[in-house]
């Protein structure tokens, strides 16, 4: 048994001896991360819930079985490889990788159609703010941006789609030319598509931000909204929406990772992306 870190529950991986099995064990009656409240029962059945619809259309992990009894366990089979961090990190084949990530995603977005919940997608950028460590000042400028985009007309789509919302570098994993999509622990299925891409564009300009140099990521976030898009006109309307999201996602890596040497940066990033708004 190993006990794994860097998750908001406590994660062990069970190797089975002379079985070639193994497999991951997530307790959600034990929170490890920022949150500490939560139904950890409902957390659990929506996970797995979430899992076997997503199996049919992309490749994750197999969910194996849930016990509300033994901490609220979710057990899924173990996915070797190396994750998307690995390969920032390396910067080897960092744009193939985002080809694939893009392909998976845009599979699952397009095949879980539904209806859309901005309310919800609102909602959640407002938990973040509130979880933030940040003066009543500065929250209330980030509320008073929201605001406008809440009432301009970007954010209005047709349909909602199953969305991973939790899309960083950690849950991608690459494993014999296939790629997986890890931990649905925070997956919506009424929101909008373009926040799993904007929490994964976020995560590559704060990676070359603590590198020293953000705008190195923008070449790699170019190619990876390009490759999603189906043609020029649907990569205009996808670039006047990532803002918001990236936003999120920045706040997002603000309220985990806020003993880093680099803390401000998200932050600040964050407005300049929702201040986008007013030149729109």
């Keep these: 048994m190993f006990k794994l870190s860097h998750a908001s529950h406590r994660i062990c991986k069970y190797e089975f001896k002379g079985e ?15 949150i ?16 076997k619809k997503a199996r049919k259309i992309i490749d994750v992990p197999e969910p194996i079985a849930i016990n509300k009894d033994f901490n609220c366990v979710l057990v899924s089979k173990y996915v070797s490889g190396k994750p998307l961090f690995w390969y920032f ?37 407002h938990y973040v703010l509130n979880h933030l ?12 941006l929201l605001g406008k985009w809440w009432h301009s007309s970007l954010l209005d789509i047709k349909n909602g789609c199953m969305i991973h919302n939790d899309s960083t570098p950690v849950n991608f994993v690459f494993h014999k030319e296939r790629s997986y999509l890890l931990d649905f622990d925070l997956a919506s299925r009424h929101g909008h598509f ?22 190195k990521a923008e070449p790699y976030i170019h190619h990876f909204l390009r490759h999603y898009s189906k043609d020029e006109k649907e990569f205009r309307k996808i670039t006047k929406v990532i803002p918001f999201y990236m936003a999120y996602g920045l706040l997002r890596i603000a309220m985990f990772k806020s003993n880093t040497n680099c803390k401000d940066y998200p932050l600040r990033e964050a407005k300049n992306c929702l201040e986008i708004i007013k030149k729109i």
Excluded: W
């Excluded at 904007?198 to 603590?210: D, M, Q, S, T, V």
């Design 20 to 34: 070639k099995l193994t497999v991951i064990a997530k307790f959600f009656a034990v929170p490890t991360g920022v």
């Design 194 to 215: 373009a926040c799993d891409l904007g929490i994964l564009c976020a995560e590559l300009k704060y990676y070359f931000a603590r590198k020293g140099s953000s705008q």
């Design 36 to 51: 500490k409240k939560y139904d950890s029962y409902s957390l659990m059945k929506k996970e797995y819930e979430d899992l």
């Design 133 to 144: 460590k940040i003066n009543r000042r500065m929250k209330k400028e980030y509320k008073r």
């Design 89 to 125: 990190k390396h910067r080897k084949e960092l744009e193939e990788k985002l080809e694939l990530i893009a392909d998976m995603l845009r599979k699952l977005h397009e095949n879980t159609q539904t209806y859309y919940d901005k309310e919800n997608e609102f909602s959640k950028f």
